[in-house]
């Protein structure tokens, strides 16, 4: 802690060039000329760690989602993300980072013209994936979230928790280097809540760093080797210090660490 | 953790390739004003640029025909005096180079032009109207100030009563007349240009706000501004190619139609005004321009707009 304070992020993200998939650095965000709903946020995420985001409604969770997959600049501080300075990102970047990301909206997003089949297919045609490669695994995904019977139902026509599973489909089938799921079991029974943690799980064990936000306390003993991050009114309190510099556990440790520790 | 397990080929390869072509919106063509607005905007450029070609066209008849061409008229009361001086002008122009033909209108045949406007009731002595002499020169290049004055130079001394005009002269008004509307017409397919390119900017802008939350959605996974540009350009390009059809049907049936009225009022002119092969082929190339124009136009429109969203 103390060299952290002793020396500037600079220096410090350049001792560490790819350790972190993503660095937080005195982050704040406000909307408009609101007040800031975000303050002072510093952590840095892992290559294939698990973290769960916790915090009341309102905390600010969704807010710091939105700043980890780019839909959202911050107003003040510094994020590098992918070994890349994200705030000077150029507009034409952007994409080639999201498609690097997986989202779960809380709000679930799904395109209200296309089929759960064409949905979960987006991310795999945006990035140029050939009609005849895409067919198979789409239809694997949509059998194993269970909707294998409904990929031709446009989204008005399935339920909150079928939609959940749509979007949680989307968000994992182009096997992201990072998936971000903003209460993503919320609107889904309790065994299927489980499945799809199982479905997170196998994906992290793939590489993909998790982030998941939610209010779940059970959802977040159901892995225990996850990191927990809490909200509180905007500010990012670190109950299992996962989030120190160095981290209790990271997936890796480099020589740079070694030496901080 | 079949989902899972199931390779993507080349996924990695893919993921930054900016190009996948991706049907992201609902295509719904031809369901709203715009291709009519195209196809009447086509059809009035095309009548325009008809009109403007057909007017060239009987321009450059007309000046070619008057180009080298030179009228003297002798004007003298006595007849024997006017008989005179037009001999001694027309033995005098056949001596000059650079004239390539003399020729007398006959005296009869002048009367005979006049005819109708003076009658020809017995007794009337139409010798005693002073009609001038007209003799009708050709000359073997373009009738220039200094040509005009060089045969003045050379006539009035031996037929005082001359007067040496060039005919494209006379007819100076009526080609101010044809510029004007010529100009008229390209006036007319500039402002349609800019009003298409106005629909179709409203248009684009009318549709990006309807597919706002969709065109987010995409952002979000990563597509591309092209990507998005493209899906509103295909449905603008189906749209205008519909419509410029419609256009060019319509457009070139008026321009027919047009002609046939016009064909009773003579040869002369208006035969000369007809459109050749190459203005056909021009008015042809002009619903693909409209095309151009209309997809070219969304473009931009919806680039700028998305330029504005993170
Ligand atoms: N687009 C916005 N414009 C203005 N204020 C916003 C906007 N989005 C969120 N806020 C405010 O920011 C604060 C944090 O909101 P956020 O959605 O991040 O909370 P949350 O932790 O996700 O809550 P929940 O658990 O209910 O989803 C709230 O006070 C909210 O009113
Ligand atoms: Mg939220």
Redesign the pocket.
């Known amino acids: 802690m103390l060299r952290r304070e002793s020396t500037g992020p600079a220096f410090r993200l350049m001792s560490k060039p790819d350790a972190e998939i993503v660095q937080f650095d005195n982050v704040g965000l406000r ?2 000329t ?1 007040k800031e ?2 303050t002072d946020i510093s952590f840095t995420l892992y290559p294939g760690s698990f973290y769960f985001l916790t ?12 700043l980890l997959y780019l839909s959202q600049r911050p107003s003040r501080g510094l994020i590098r993300m992918f070994g890349t300075d994200a705030i000077t990102l150029p507009r034409e970047r952007l994409p080639g980072f999201r498609r690097r990301i997986g989202v779960v909206f ?1 709000d679930f997003r799904l395109v209200p013209h296309l089929s759960a089949f064409d949905n979960v297919a987006l991310p795999l045609r945006v990035a140029g994936v050939s009609e005849r490669e895409i067919a198979r695994p789409v239809a694997d995904m949509l059998d194993w979230v269970g909707l294998g019977d409904r990929r031709h139902a446009r989204p008005a026509t399935l339920s909150g928790g079928e939609q959940q599973r749509v979007a949680i489909a989307r968000a994992v089938i182009a096997r992201p280097d990072m998936l971000v799921a ?2 993503p079991t919320g609107n889904v029974d309790p065994e299927m809540a489980l499945k799809l943690l199982r479905l997170f799980e196998s994906l992290n064990r793939l590489g993909t760093t998790v982030v998941v ?1 939610t ?1 779940d306390l059970h959802l977040i003993r159901d892995v225990p080797e996850s990191l927990i991050m809490r ?1 509180d009114k ?1 500010r990012l309190a670190d109950p299992t210090g996962a989030l120190r510099y160095p981290p209790r556990r990271a997936a890796s440790p480099s020589p740079a660490e070694a030496t901080a520790r | 953790m079949t989902a899972l397990a199931s390779r993507i080929p080349g996924l990695a390869a893919w993921r930054n390739r900016a190009n996948g072509d991706v049907r992201l919106l609902p295509q719904g063509h031809l369901s709203g004003p715009m291709p009519w607005v195209i196809a009447i905007m086509i059809a009035l450029t095309i009548v325009a640029a008809g009109s403007g070609l057909a007017l060239r066209n009987a321009a450059r008849a007309a000046s070619a025909d008057l180009e080298g061409g030179v009228t003297v008229q002798i004007v003298s009361a006595a007849p024997a005096e006017r008989n005179r001086q037009a001999d001694a002008a027309v033995a005098a122009l056949k001596g000059m180079v650079g004239v390539a033909a003399v020729h007398r209108v006959a005296q009869s045949d002048l009367e005979a032009l006049v005819e109708p406007w003076l009658g020809t009731r017995p007794g009337d002595d139409i010798e005693a109207l002073p009609i001038p002499a007209l003799i009708d020169v050709r000359l073997s290049g373009p009738a220039g100030r200094d040509r005009i004055a060089a045969l003045r130079a050379r006539i009035i001394p031996v037929a005082p009563a001359a007067r040496v005009d060039a005919q494209a002269g006379w007819l100076a008004p009526v080609f101010a007349a044809i510029g004007a509307l010529q100009w008229l017409a390209g006036g007319l397919i500039a402002l349609l240009a800019l009003a298409t390119v106005a629909s179709v900017l409203l248009a684009s802008r009318n549709a990006l706000g309807n597919h706002r939350e969709t065109i987010e959605i995409v952002h979000m996974l990563g597509g591309t501004d092209r990507q998005i540009a493209r899906v509103f350009q295909r449905g603008m390009a189906v749209d205008a190619a519909a419509g410029g059809m419609a256009g060019l049907l319509l457009g070139l049936a008026t321009i027919f139609m047009l002609g046939r009225q016009f064909a009773p009022l003579g040869s002369g002119m208006m035969g000369a005004a007809a459109l050749g092969w190459s203005d056909w082929l021009l008015l042809a190339a002009i619903p693909m321009l409209g095309v151009a124009l209309a997809v070219l136009t969304a473009r931009l429109t919806v680039l700028a707009a998305l330029r504005k969203m993170l």
């Open positions: 909307y408009g609101g709903v975000l915090g009341a409604s309102g905390a600010g969770k969704t807010s710091l989602l939105k809380q903003d209460e936000a209010h909200l905007g």
